[in-house]
């Protein structure tokens, strides 16, 4: 019953534009201190599973880049998928290679590409929920205690509690919900019982293949297919026909919402999914001052601003609340709280079939 | 009685950083348009005075890509002067030059880097004045006819008309004012007596040598000296010497505020010293939307910016009133109303001894 890290690093990163481009996403780059936030997230998870437990799901086109960052994962647990399918295909895949190394393997899932500033404490809380699926079938997510009307998060509604592992309690699941209003997230936040869909996730391969088995037959079907070509000089091929006809279809959609064996586990280790450039300088920023997290800067009468510029000097004369990234190629700059629309500049640069740019 | 131009060309341009530089200032950039604001200051003078009677007064350090820029300037029409000592000196260097050629040429001075809509209206009002230089010893200024209460301008009190030339009338001078407060400032504007004072002046080359032997007897003494060793191996040792010694001072207040020979000329010719972004940024926005000179850029949701980036895209999101500025280098944000304050930037590159940004 060994312990396995499956991270999901299959991910675009539009709204990390200018620095995050098709051919290098969101975890791929360093954005907080000098490593990547995939190689932060391995090294989060090296004290509960050593590398040669550690997979990488990605995508042929960052393969390479993937292979350079992290020279210690063995070849053969970085794992191509051909197509990007959601999560629900790319863990069932992640399982059949869990199950190989080991029947009773139990798989920790994770996005390549969150923040988690209490590293222990997530740590402790990843190692409870193993510990609950060692004992019984289940599927365990983390949840995190919301500190703020958050309408980009799915929420997990959490039912009576049902048992303790390592001194952390273990809650049924009443539901999952997607994405809510602005009014639901205060409903949510205020009655206290939701928390946000970290996309964390930790159960045994056996477990999680049973349930695609039952929720996603079509899935499991494939993923058969896959499984006897598995080690054969086919299994690229089959691998590449499966996924073609494949739906795309998250884990949390696809099985998490139906099963009868959610469980879950709270905590709050200050988890960020680091989704748009706001919730980037929200975490670093000081008050008041301009953040020049790159080369240095020149602020002249200027106010909470977020200055990414690695190559060039940047002055700020009589601005406030700016997001200025700058790349090679591109510059950004964005009101503070309007992030999201970054994602309308790669419309339009696609629009525009500026692929230079993207 | 020839008409000779003299384009004092000494400017370092702070204000339009990062684009001007030390090696580069404002009269030696593309600022609108594909030709340099020189380039563009000779053009329009050629229709009054051919090639081999302009001279451009320059530092030593510019001279080469000056020039470059103007190829057709015959090489010994080029001045350098050893150091900038402000336009009296540098106006009675290049007197010496046109008086050498004429013993009665009438010169045109004129700063290198103003811009100028109605290039045809300007250049009557300089023919006028120079037909009324031609007739009796005067010395004229053109001024312009303020359309807004501008404190950074200096200010010409209009006296009584005391003839006309080529269909524009003559004005005594009452007094020159200094750059005004925003009060003093209104109120030139409501009397109508007022006008800005251009920088532009013309005369013959005898009469401002008179005058400056009347009212600064240094700088006269030093031109003499000058004047011996003209054209002969000591001429830029002598210039070089007297430079050194001379105190800086403009020709406004060393002459024009004392002499009673000043005489104006009035115009609107579209006329800019385009002092700094928000000036050049006003001469070409159009309201409401965002401007691009240079590359292409990207704007979602903004307004009423000015965006210069030659090498790069630039994309706005949510973001008003921003003047931007892409170098190789360097890159300047500054809020519309502010670029005054783009030369507290120079100052602090200056302090924190980052002379590559200079």
Redesign the interface.
Known sequence: MDLYGVIMAGGRGTRF??LSREKKPKHLLAVTGERTILQQTVDRLLPLAPEKNLFIITAESHAAEVRLQLPSIPQENIIIEPVGRNTAPCIGLAALHVKRRDPKGIMIVLPSDHLIADAEAFRSTLAAAAEAARRAPCLAALGIAPTAPETGYGYIEEGKKVSEALGHPIHRVLSFREKPDRAKALAFLESGAFFWNSGVFVWSAETILEAIAEHLPLLAHGLKEIDAAMETNDEPAVVREVYERLTPISIDYGVMEKTKDAILLKGSFGWSDIGSWDALCDMIRETDKCAFPGKQG?A??ARECYVR?D?????????ED?I?V??????????R???Q??K??VE??EKRK?AE?L
């Open positions: 534009w200018p020149i002249i009468d510029a190559r060039r000097i940047v002055a700020l004369v009589g601005v700016l200025v700058d790349s090679e190629d591109a510059l950004l700059i964005c009101r709280g309007r992030s629309d970054v309308k500049v339009e640069l500026l740019y």
